[in-house]
């Protein structure tokens, strides 16, 4: 009889690289002990399979991925609806009287409201991101029983050397977030802010967009803002100064100014769009050997003084007029 001799199987040049699949699943076994219910359905399933925790894990680690691009969109959903809700807002005007508001200021302080709340939006669902996803692949990487105290030092360390080389740059961004939670100032605001005094065109975290009276665009790093001087915030306030000859009648000049404060705010046209306050007679503000200066102040809308102090200075000039008063330079 022939014997036919099956050589034994050499050993692969492979299986030095191949891991073992005994060690593999014992060390994946281990980490699904706590998941006991899903391991012990699984083992059920395929009929105590030694891959079963193999399978176990990885569906654990599907569904940690899948939980947290839930949870992430729900944040993203709530800071969306949020921010929506703060960007709406009634009328400025509403703070001091009831009336038609004017649209002009309206639209204004929508679009103040609306820029202000969208950055803000952007940054709270950046931070939500970054929270949500990055504890989803720690909890991953903990589930593969692969230590992450290494990786938190290598990310802090990361962390150190960035802020060391870019410190100018988060200085900027904190500077800016600040700005917009405080609302110190936004779109469409006349603003002193040391370096460049203008309108507000944009707001970034990082710099500020104005103009000024010249039509000149001026670029100003947040950070390097240490004051700010807002012009357009809450009301403002005007004044006229009325020179009148030093042997003037004070009390006849007192009651023509007071009679043409009168008259403006009873403009009904003035009181609900730009007046917030009757026009105050302050009296004598200056003296010298040649003339009398009485002042006259109104606390107006945002940005409004100006054209309300025309207004008053026309009113002035044609009540000293009518009345036989000579105006006369300050010397």
Request: glycine share 6%; net charge negative; aromatic share 6%.
């Amino acid at each position: 009889m022939l014997l036919l001799v099956t050589p034994s199987p050499q050993p692969s040049s492979t299986s030095t690289v191949l891991p073992d699949l005994d060690e593999l699943t014992h060390g994946v076994s281990t980490v699904c002990q706590n998941d006991t219910v899903l391991c012990s359905t699984l083992a059920g399933v395929f009929d105590n399979a030694p891959w079963a925790p193999l399978v176990a894990t990885a569906i654990t680690i599907v569904l940690i991925v899948v939980f947290a691009f839930v949870i992430r969109n729900i944040a993203h959903r709530v800071i969306t609806r949020v921010v929506n809700r703060a960007a709406a807002g009634g009328s400025i005007t509403s703070r001091f009287r009831k009336g038609a508001p004017p649209d002009g200021l309206d639209v204004l302080l929508h679009e103040r409201r609306k820029q202000r709340a969208e950055t803000m939006g952007s940054v709270l669902r950046y931070i939500a991101s970054i929270v949500i996803l990055g504890t989803a692949v720690l909890t991953v990487l903990d589930r593969l029983t692969i230590p992450i105290a290494p990786v938190l030092t290598s990310v802090g360390i990361l962390g150190v050397a960035i802020g060391f080389g870019a410190q100018e740059l988060v200085k900027d961004f904190i500077a800016g977030l600040f700005m917009l939670m405080e609302d110190q100032y936004g779109v469409g605001d006349v603003i002193d802010a040391g370096a460049a005094v203008g309108t507000v065109e944009a707001v970034t975290l990082r710099v500020t967009r104005l103009r000024d009276s010249d039509g000149r665009v001026w670029y100003v790093r947040n950070g390097t803002i240490t004051r700010v001087g807002n012009e357009s915030q809450g009301w403002s306030r005007a004044f006229v100064d009325v020179p009148v000859a030093y042997d003037a009648d004070i009390v006849a000049v007192k009651v023509l100014l007071e009679h043409t404060a009168e008259e403006m705010w009873a403009d009904s046209e003035l009181r609900e769009s730009k007046i917030v306050e009757q026009p105050q007679v302050y009296g004598v503000e200056q003296l010298s050997n040649s003339s009398m200066v009485f002042r006259v102040t109104v606390k107006t809308l945002p940005s409004a003084q100006a054209e309300v102090a025309r207004e008053l200075r026309l009113r002035v000039k044609t009540a000293m007029d009518t009345a036989g008063i000579p105006m006369v330079a300050i010397a």
